[in-house]
Structures are given as structure tokens and as C-alpha cells.
């Protein structure tokens, strides 16, 4: 099983984008201490990822096998079975950024610097997307599955999730503890795989009022036997 660890991830955040993203009128002191603090970030900052390249087996009827390590869930079954290859991930805001935030002595800088980490976190995510788009080839289309995001798979999909990414979770800073709650918190896990179709978490979590929802819920959608 090949693994990859993505550790020199560029931290792109401009300061009039995430001032804008802030409410932080420009010209203000209010931004000026919230551009003064992002620098702080960019030199800090080492977002990063991590990824294995697993083979996939169908293991019954709610149940797959990755990398050889059997996930129960009948929606990641019905979206690996035909798959071959799925890509197992942790990314995260680097333990960097985390340590400088808890710093943050008022609460709107710590606020502020949340939502940096989140930003890194996301630079973290969109380059291992880039990352495996460009190894797959022109025209790849990935979609991924979280553990928690569905009842069908939920947080204690994180331990077997852990089990295939073995060392490389640790090696970008990455922690599990016994409530199945990532250290850094900015940090996500999944797998990645190919999907003609396309799928998102979304599309069939029932939690309409979610600010992070990418797509509407659709109760009657069809995935691996999810009715």
C-alpha cells in the first residue's frame, strides 16, 4: 500500500479576502490588527496532508474492505464497490497554527484566529484534491466521504480510517483521541474516490439548517442501498 504525505502545502490567504470575509472595514484598525495577525499566521503556517492509496473489496452487503481494513457502512459500499482504488485521508491546519492561536488572549482575536486555521485548513484539502486530480489524470472526478457525517457512518469510522493511514496520520500532526475527535480540530478525515457521478455528505444528511452544506438534502436518493 503506497502512502504520500503532503507537507509543503503553500499557505494562500490574501489579506483583502479574509478581511472581507471578517466584516473588517478597510482602513480601519479593525484590520489593520487582523492583517497584522495574518502575517503572524503566513509564517507559521504549515497546513498539510496525508493520503493512502488503498485496493477496495466489497465485504457483504454493508460492508467494504480498504486497504484491508473493513469499513461498515452501506452508502461507502455502494460508492466503492465498483471503485478499485479509494484514497483514505487526513488533512489538517498544522499543529503550528493551532499552538499560535491558543495565544490569543481576547476573544475576537481568538475568533480571528480560528477562522485562519480554518483558511489553512482549506488550502490543506484543496491541494490534496489538485494533488490526486493531477495523479489520476485529466477528467478525474473525486468525491469523499467523512466519518460522522452520515448516521450510516459515523464517528467511529475513525478507527479503522486511522488503521489504514497508520503512520501517516502522526507524521503531519495528526491525533485521535478515545471520543473520536480530531487534534488539531481544524483538521477533517475521509476517502477520496472516483465517482462519475459525483456525491456529496450532503445529499443525504437531513440537517437543512447546516451552514456548511454543499447540497440540499434529497430524501429519496439512492446510494449503496440507502433509500
Known amino acids: 500500500m503506497e502512502k504520500v504525505i503532503l507537507d509543503d502545502i503553500p499557505f494562500g490567504i490574501e489579506g483583502k479576502s479574509l478581511a472581507a470575509l471578517l466584516k473588517a472595514r478597510p482602513g480601519s484598525r479593525t484590520e489593520a490588527s487582523l ?60 499543529t503550528e ?14 475568533f480571528w484566529a480560528d477562522s485562519i486555521m480554518l483558511m ?33 457512518w459515523p464517528l467511529s469510522g475513525q478507527a479503522p480510517l486511522f488503521s489504514v493511514l497508520g503512520s501517516c496520520a502522526p507524521a503531519i500532526g495528526v491525533s485521535l483521541n478515545d471520543r473520536m475527535v480530531l487534534r488539531p480540530l481544524k ?3 475521509g476517502i477520496q474516490f472516483l465517482s462519475e457521478k459525483g456525491f456529496v455528505n450532503c445529499s443525504l444528511c437531513p ?3 447546516c451552514p456548511a452544506r454543499r447540497a440540499p438534502f434529497e430524501p429519496g436518493l439512492y446510494r449503496g442501498g440507502m433509500p
Open 187 to 189: 483538521s477533517v478525515s
Open 207 to 209: 440537517r437543512e439548517s
Open 97 to 110: 497554527l493551532e499552538a499560535w492561536a491558543r495565544e490569543r488572549k481576547s476573544t475576537l482575536h481568538s
Open 35 to 94: 492583517l497584522a495577525m495574518l502575517r503572524e499566521a503566513r509564517i507559521l503556517a504549515r497546513p498539510k496532508a496525508a493520503f493512502a492509496v488503498c485496493d477496495v473489496k466489497p465485504s457483504g452487503e454493508n460492508a467494504v474492505e480498504v486497504g484491508g481494513v473493513q469499513f461498515t457502512s452501506r452508502v461507502l459500499h455502494g460508492n466503492l464497490a465498483g471503485s478499485g482504488l479509494a484514497f483514505p485521508f487526513a488533512a489538517t491546519c498544522g
Open 120 to 152: 489553512a485548513l482549506g488550502c490543506a484539502v484543496s491541494f490534496l484534491e489538485c494533488h490526486l486530480k493531477a495523479r489520476l489524470g485529466e477528467g478525474a472526478r473525486l468525491s469523499t466521504m467523512n466519518p460522522g457525517s452520515l448516521e450510516d
